[in-house]
T-cell receptor, first 116, second 111 residues
Framework: NAGVTQTPKFRILKIGQSMTLQCAQD?????MYWYRQDPGMGLKLIYY???????DKGEVPNGYNVSRSTTEDFPLRLELAAPSQTSVYFC???????????????FGPGTRLTVL | KQEVTQIPAALSVPEGENLVLNCSFT??????LQWFRQDPGKGLTSLLL?????REQTSGRLNASLDKSSGRSTLYIAASQPGDSATYLC??????????FGAGTRLFVKA
């Protein structure tokens, strides 16, 4: 049981380049999330998904896109990378969506992205 | 708009000391509050989750309390150890899949 996995661990992009951050979970969780964490700040929600084929915007969605074709995978796409997207990106999943103990969110190890 | 604040931002204590980390939130309409631990360069590990109907949760040397009326949660760590050194974050779930995180308290326990 690997939990939540993310690839790559590190990446440097040039301004205007695109990339996809991969996230996968093997816990059969319905809910998945993408967060970004800037230095000295709390995590901010980018996008979330309540199940395969269903996604919605979080607090800071601009410049990102997501898809959820399977329960296990939730990739985050950056189009036209900008320096403001330099951050650490975390993927998380949970069984429940806010109604009980199943709400515990499990996090991946993160992807550190630098845009130059 | 929900805001979550953690004080202090950093804390250094000698080994063996009991300590309290504070978390405050502006909107008491929360579904639950969760405490996480984050080690440098790593992801977040869930420590405790308190439902809105609960007052506290305990796990080993950790005890978390929740007072919705005052907008506060505390994480109590008993008999601190150097291995407890990490950043501790609290997060308030306001429903609609929105979890608002505090900036964290960076804890250093000196041997």
């Amino acid at each position: 049981n690997a939990g939540v996995t993310q690839t790559p661990k590190f990446r440097i992009l040039k301004i205007g380049q695109s990339m996809t951050l991969q996230c996968a979970q093997d816990m059969n969780h319905n809910y998945m999330y993408w967060y970004r964490q800037d230095p000295g700040m709390g995590l901010k929600l980018i996008y979330y998904s309540v199940g395969a084929g269903i996604t919605d915007k979080g607090e800071v969605p601009n410049g990102y896109n997501v898809s959820r074709s399977t329960t296990e995978d939730f990739p985050l796409r950056l189009e036209l990378a900008a320096p403001s997207q330099t951050s650490v990106y975390f993927c998380a999943s949970s069984y429940g969506g806010g109604q009980g103990d199943a709400d515990t969110q499990y996090f991946g190890p993160g992807t550190r992205l630098t845009v130059l | 708009k929900q805001e979550v604040t953690q004080i202090p931002a950093a804390l250094s204590v000698p080994e063996g000391e009991n300590l309290v980390l504070n978390c405050s939130f502006t909107d008491s309409a929360i579904y639950n509050l969760q405490w996480f631990r984050q080690d440098p360069g790593k992801g977040l590990t869930s420590l405790l989750l308190i439902q809105s109907s609960q007052r506290e949760q305990t796990s080993g040397r950790l005890n978390a309390s929740l007072d919705k009326s005052s907008g506060r949660s505390t994480l109590y760590i008993a008999a601190s150890q150097p291995g407890d050194s990490a950043t501790y974050l609290c997060a308030a779930n306001t429903g609609g899949f929105k979890t608002i995180f505090g900036a964290g308290t960076r804890l250093f326990v000196k041997a």
